[in-house]
């Protein structure tokens, strides 16, 4: 969770329950290939559904809301639950020129080859932009939406940056804010993007509904190209095997053409 530009960790139980007083030292992170990652927080080992959807509700519950003129409960953060998928699956083996080549010296099979997939989700609940003047916020509720607008206005900085179609911005600004920043890889890096909006059906809200609809519409500018996530290992036996294919046609060709 993002609550006035601090990280805090809503699995810690051990946390302040005032908002006010909440420190963290939970610290961002760059790896040598671009990823961004983050130290000091929970993380849990999930082998269901059921236990995936339990975290989900254990950190909604602790999220930070409170009572505006527009909301009940309106939230006053923006929180990220981060998903980590890891796959091993069975290598697929090239048709090979001769079945013999599968087989050992002794006549046996070799052993099944794996590789290993990887992917990260990032699923953003965004608190709603605030006109003060509307919400009729005060004293900490006032800087709770100030902090909440300066994240959006960030992130649709990032969000115009990465869409520009004529290529003429080449500096993005992910670092000028920490949700953009904690976002970065999943905005402009080997990601998909997609943003869901949530509006008013009513009248009285239809300039802040024509406003999330034009905000959210810059993010269908982002194009990224986006390749699967091997470990190493298997990218390289993936290219030995597609080296071996290749050789094996050639080979074909020439005895047929030697024939």
């Given at each position: 969770m993002?609550?006035n530009?601090?990280?805090?960790?809503?699995?810690?139980?051990?946390?302040?329950p005032d908002?006010r007083h909440?420190?963290?030292?939970?610290?961002?992170?760059?790896?040598?290939?671009?990823?961004i990652?983050?130290?000091?927080?929970?993380?849990?080992?999930?082998h269901s559904?059921?236990e995936?959807?339990?975290?989900?509700?254990?950190?909604?519950?602790?999220?930070?809301?409170?009572?505006?003129?527009?909301?009940v409960?309106s939230?006053?953060?923006?929180?990220i639950?981060?998903i980590h998928?890891?796959?091993?699956?069975?290598?697929t083996q090239?048709?090979?020129?001769?079945?013999?080549?599968?087989?050992l010296?002794?006549?046996?099979?070799?052993?099944?080859?794996y590789e290993?997939?990887?992917?990260?989700?990032?699923?953003?609940?965004l608190a709603?932009?605030?006109?003060?003047k509307?919400t009729?916020a005060?004293?900490?509720?006032?800087?709770?939406?100030i902090?909440?607008?300066?994240?959006?206005?960030?992130?649709g900085?990032?969000i115009?940056?990465?869409g520009?179609?004529?290529k003429?911005?080449?500096?993005?600004?992910?670092?000028d804010s920490?949700l953009?920043?904690?976002?970065?890889?999943?905005?402009?890096?080997?990601?998909?993007t997609?943003?869901i909006?949530c509006?008013?059906?009513?009248?009285?809200d239809?300039?802040?509904t024509?406003n999330t609809l034009?905000?959210a519409?810059r993010?269908?500018?982002?194009?990224?190209?986006?390749?699967v996530?091997?470990?190493?290992?298997?990218?390289?036996?993936?290219?030995?095997?597609?080296?071996?294919?290749?050789?094996q046609?050639e080979?074909?060709?020439?005895?047929?053409?030697?024939?």
């Amino acid at each position: 969770m993002l609550y006035n530009e601090e990280i805090l960790d809503l699995f810690d139980s051990t946390r302040d329950p005032d908002t006010r007083h909440r420190r963290s030292n939970i610290k961002i992170h760059e790896d040598a290939n671009g990823g961004i990652y983050t130290t000091g927080v929970t993380s849990r080992l999930i082998h269901s559904q059921e236990e995936l959807i339990q975290c989900l509700k254990q950190g909604a519950l602790s999220r930070t809301t409170a009572s505006t003129q527009m909301n009940v409960q309106s939230s006053r953060s923006h929180a990220i639950f981060t998903i980590h998928l890891c796959q091993m699956r069975v290598c697929t083996q090239p048709d090979l020129v001769n079945e013999a080549m599968t087989r050992l010296p002794d006549g046996t099979p070799p052993s099944s080859e794996y590789e290993t997939l990887t992917a990260k989700f990032h699923f953003v609940d965004l608190a709603g932009s605030e006109r003060l003047k509307r919400t009729g916020a005060t004293g900490e509720r006032a800087k709770e939406g100030i902090s909440i607008n300066c994240g959006l206005l960030a992130l649709g900085n990032v969000i115009s940056a990465l869409g520009d179609q004529s290529k003429k911005v080449v500096h993005v600004p992910y670092r000028d804010s920490k949700l953009t920043r904690l976002l970065q890889d999943s905005l402009g890096g080997n990601s998909q993007t997609i943003m869901i909006a949530c509006v008013s059906p009513s009248d009285r809200d239809f300039m802040e509904t024509l406003n999330t609809l034009k905000y959210a519409n810059r993010a269908r500018n982002i194009k990224n190209k986006v390749v699967v996530n091997q470990d190493k290992t298997s990218q390289q036996i993936s290219a030995l095997r597609a080296e071996i294919a290749r050789l094996q046609m050639e080979l074909m060709e020439y005895k047929a053409n030697r024939w």
